[in-house]
């Protein structure tokens, strides 16, 4: 009696050949735009941290040019509450920050955008704002409120937030077709209904560009202007520390800190915009 068997044909022999010829990077791609947008920042980030780990153990770099990955996380989790503490001093700070520019730049963009004379009066400010370095701005904000008050610190994050986020708000808030603005009057709207009904949903994704730019400026902004005096509990007064005493892998995982904050920060900012645009469709 035979035992040999047919070889299997049609549509299921073809995907389990298809199956066993496909590549990792193949089916790592596969995983749809979602799991691409999460899993290529990864694996990027793996191959750099690894590469970096082998050249500094190749090279014999010195802690004081590069420390290696290992060394960074060690000390990261070693002081953890250290960093944590940090975290969350610079992070009020810039939160601070944030809430104050944005409100103000989108309330600049709005008077603005209504108000051509006020629009020109505000523009060259703007302008000079934009340009004003944070290095020469945090230590005359020290004489001013004092260097243990958090007033400066906030208020330097308040100014890097207002910039980006009153010329996308103003950007946005110009891009009302005219039509709608016809319908409006033509429906006896007020000027503040013309602008919650259709001024500020229109300039709302343009809103929230700039709000993902500030998120990003403000723990920028607050962690150099720790570098000039203030708390010692500050992630930027605890690098500077961490650096003068040639412990250059713990001044690295502060870093690494505040690389987390602004990724906490923007990704905040990235899920109300998601929320925002889900719940403007469904409604």
């Not at 009066?121 to 944070?134: C, E, G, R, W, Y």
């Not at 500077?240 to 900012?269: H, Q």
């Amino acid at each position: 009696m035979s035992t040999d068997t047919a070889p299997r044909t049609g549509p299921a022999a073809t995907t389990t050949a298809a199956a066993a010829t496909t590549t990792i990077p193949e089916r790592l791609l596969a995983v749809g735009p979602a799991g691409r947008v999460v899993l290529a920042p990864l694996l990027l980030g793996v191959l750099v941290i690894g590469l970096w780990q082998l050249l500094v153990q190749a090279f014999e770099v010195t802690p004081s040019v590069l420390p290696s990955p290992g060394a960074i996380l060690t000390e990261f989790t070693g002081n953890g509450s250290s960093v944590l503490a940090g975290s969350l001093r610079t992070g009020g700070n810039a939160l601070v920050g944030l809430v104050v520019g944005a409100v103000l730049g989108v309330l600049l963009a709005v008077l603005a955008s209504v108000w051509r004379l006020f629009d020109g009066l505000v523009a060259p400010l703007v302008a000079a704002l934009s340009v004003v370095p944070i290095v020469a701005l945090a230590p005359v904000l020290y004489t001013l409120y004092g260097a243990g008050a958090e007033t400066s610190r906030q208020v330097v994050a308040a100014l890097a937030v207002l910039v980006p986020v009153y010329v996308n708000s103003l950007r946005g808030l110009r891009q009302v077709a005219p039509v709608h603005r016809d319908l409006m009057r033509a429906c006896a709207a007020s000027p503040v209904q013309q602008q919650l009904a259709v001024t500020l949903p229109t300039a709302a994704p343009y809103v929230f560009t700039g709000l993902r730019i500030a998120s990003s400026l403000a723990v920028i902004s607050a962690l150099v202007a720790e570098y000039f005096g203030g708390p010692v509990s500050g992630l930027g007064k605890s690098i500077t520390t961490a650096a003068s005493s040639s412990n250059y892998p713990l001044a690295w995982a502060y870093v690494l800190g505040a690389i987390l904050l602004g990724l906490v920060f923007y990704c905040v900012a990235l899920l109300v915009e998601t929320w925002s645009t889900r719940s403007r469709t469904r409604s």
